[in-house]
């Protein structure tokens, strides 16, 4: 396991994290000041800059970046499944051209919150097929373009309106089942909070192996949690032995970075420069 | 499958449902005015009004128990732990008085929460052994009174504070290795609350078989969910689809009731007759 004590070097910064305080060329600029070397944009903070104007600011600031935010909300009925395919097709252009070297999926849970406007449904085993079916749909898609796909596991909280793949097992089973030969077009994208309470996770992470692992995630649960979507801790701050989960990562190989990806108001009010000197303290001290 | 449309003969209700409209007597009081011919107690309000008498309560008005609401918390540290057990003996000293099938387990999450005053710690595999190791100890005393024990796995939102055994598999495993020869003294109480999102529902429901089926609970999983404790929804207001796991749960052979188990503030703030009425209503409906 790398000893993250002495310097920053593998900190990534999910871009969320920071959403509140200013724009993605702000973020830039802010993660060149704290010397942080690599990020993690989302789909919404692209556009509101301009894709072009985005990739040229991560190309100038010489900044890697550890994946791209977000494709999936898959679930859908038959009046939005275009849309859905379609808007998943733009998140594999706009990761090619920004240089991401991976997209992140959160394959959406039932269809009327994945894609609001599709009609009720209760049918969470139909949501899952739908999921499979989708991403071997944008996986053609996407392997034209060389951009892996990394399923990301949400907490079981978020079943039914982010994502109805939940544990990590579920999301190697779809990797398993759509790229057997572990072809490199598709992996998983784990997050401590959605993953530590598993009791399989230690062996889940094993069967991943280097080649499915393209992303790593931190953060912290807190206790209580006062808002499931945006009261996630600062890395030591909560109740997940992350350092575990980062040696079994570790053990498989996996040698990124430790991307940080925080949805917290309590974090999104204050300063910029506060929460990335924070972030950089704990990510030398508990991550 | 049972047809529950014409009667609500095979209603429970968890008396935490009108926690805060009165005491256990004026609940059963309420029971009697409705025709609900079943409960499930807590401790707290049981010992609010006294053993003797909640248990006389019990018997004048014919009702049924489906369980005592409960035991666990066994997460401890060491100065805790004498504590934990004596109190889970008495958990079934009071099962037995009152004429409950089952205690229902809540094995508790990490020591700090579970019970207050223990050292912080967030090794959640630890608290896994020492949950095993301690349903292992309260059988020995539960055997001598003849009182099942119904390992409830929670929902992940609870993993740190309240349960750490959070699906089906995980609380089965516990049965298998304790109770290898399904003596009945060991089983799972179900909620779809809790298990609703899970990918191996079905397939550990048919594991579990009759004679580990101990209890069925029903409320709703709200979108959005307002409060992780006590935002829980009558059934038909939420997303869980409840009459396809009772279907599973009734094909393994459970001919139990059907338990109504609902922590909100909404519902709390209703008048008891309401409540029920709608229980009554939703039970005929979409359990």
Chains 1, 2 share one sequence.
């Not at 305080?21 to 942080?36: F, N, P, T, V």
């Not at 085993?125 to 079916?133: F, H, I, N, S």
Request: net charge negative.
């Amino acid at each position: 396991m790398r000893d993250f004590s002495a310097d920053h070097r593998w900190l990534s910064l999910n871009t969320a994290t920071l959403r509140k305080q200013g724009d993605l060329l702000e973020i830039i600029d802010a993660c060149a000041r704290h010397g942080i070397r690599a990020i993690d944009p989302w789909r919404d903070q692209v556009a509101a800059v301009g894709l072009d104007r985005a990739a040229r600011a991560v190309r100038d600031a010489g900044l890697d970046l550890t994946g791209y935010c977000r494709g999936g909300m898959f679930v859908a009925d038959a009046a939005h499944r275009t849309e859905a395919r379609d808007d998943n097709r733009r998140a594999v252009d706009e990761a090619k051209a920004l240089g991401a070297p991976c997209i992140v999926l959160v394959v959406g849970g039932l269809p009327q919150y994945s894609r609001p406007g599709s009609v009720l449904s209760r049918d969470i085993a139909g949501a899952r097929a739908q999921v499979d079916d989708a991403i071997a749909e944008m996986m053609e898609y996407a392997k034209q373009a060389n951009m892996p796909l990394a399923v990301e596991p949400l907490h079981p909280t978020y079943a039914a309106d982010r994502a109805c793949v939940n544990t990590t097992k579920q999301a190697l089973d779809i990797c398993d089942r759509l790229d057997p030969r572990r072809t490199g077009a598709l992996g998983v994208a784990l997050d401590v909070y959605h993953i530590w309470w598993d009791p399989e996770l230690l062996p889940q992470i094993a069967r991943a192996g280097k080649d499915r692992l393209l992303a790593f995630h931190v953060c912290d649960w807190l206790v209580p949690t006062k808002d499931v979507l945006n009261d996630r801790g600062m890395m030591g701050d909560g109740v997940i032995d992350i350092k575990s989960v980062r040696a079994a990562v570790e053990a498989q190989g996996f040698a990124g970075y430790s991307e940080i990806e925080i949805f917290s108001e309590g974090w999104w009010a204050k300063p910029m420069d506060e929460v990335l000197r924070t972030c950089i303290e704990r990510h030398r001290t508990v991550v």
